[in-house]
């Protein structure tokens, strides 16, 4: 009679190995973020150009050129001219107007805005779109959309290093795009990119009118796609936030222009 030399582990074993493999894990996607936060600075606006030529096409394919196209391009261009120096240098910053419903807007690398139909039908002023537009100019400035792909790609390519799956290899690429569209900041990072568009936006107009509007209304409606909400702070939350900062700046509210 042969006797088993080699019991199977207990639930305590297993127990704690499962904790050393979440913790290796957790490990491995702290020294991401901390990779790719310092990374980032040192990443060439002509580098970040060619990471957009592979990620903004399939953007452009699903964009039509209008009328509310071209206002918007006029709309950016005003922006633009606020930027600081540095944020204008090697930069080419251009808006995509997708015609879909979703209320949504995100900044892709290679300096381009994505903007759906569906804000743009929603909004009620030009100065609401214009602080959405400072919101997604304040991204860029801080690089925020670098650190979330990066992030994202890197933990793949690890999980892919792990467990040695040929196929997430070939499907690291393809999922750039999806990887992109679905990307959330952090709250610092909403934040900063609000303060940043408030103050272009005083700039632009001498007063911060709309910065806050268009997401009041959001707050209230139920049953609309706000994919929005899916990759941005709680509406009523930023509000509150919103008009703390413009109260603690003194920034004036006025009149506010058609769209």
Known sequence: MSIDRNPPPSNRQLLILLGLFVGFVLGVIGLIGWFINGLVGFIPPQVEQKLGAIIVPAYERLAENSDTQQSLDRLLDRLET?????????????????????????????????LYAGLVDRAESENEVA????????????????????????????????????????????SVVESVSRSRYSQSQELAADKFGLDLLQKTYGHVGGATEFFERMSRKVG????????????????????????????????????
């Open 82 to 114: 606020h930027l600081p120096p540095e944020q204008k240098e090697g930069r080419n910053y251009r808006l995509l107007l997708l015609p879909e419903s979703t209320v949504n807007a995100m900044a892709l690398p290679g300096d381009a805005i994505i």
């Open 224 to 259: 609309v796609d706000f994919a929005f909400l899916s990759t941005h702070p709680d509406p009523g939350d930023r509000v509150a936030k919103l008009k703390a900062i413009i109260q603690e700046r003194g920034y004036p509210i006025r009149s506010i222009k058609p769209l």
């Open 131 to 174: 602080m959405v537009l400072g919101h997604e100019l304040g991204h860029f400035a801080h690089r925020d959309h670098l650190r979330s792909l990066g992030r994202i790609l890197l933990l793949r390519m690890a999980i892919a290093s792990i467990f040695g799956d040929a196929g997430t290899w070939g499907s690291i690429a393809g």
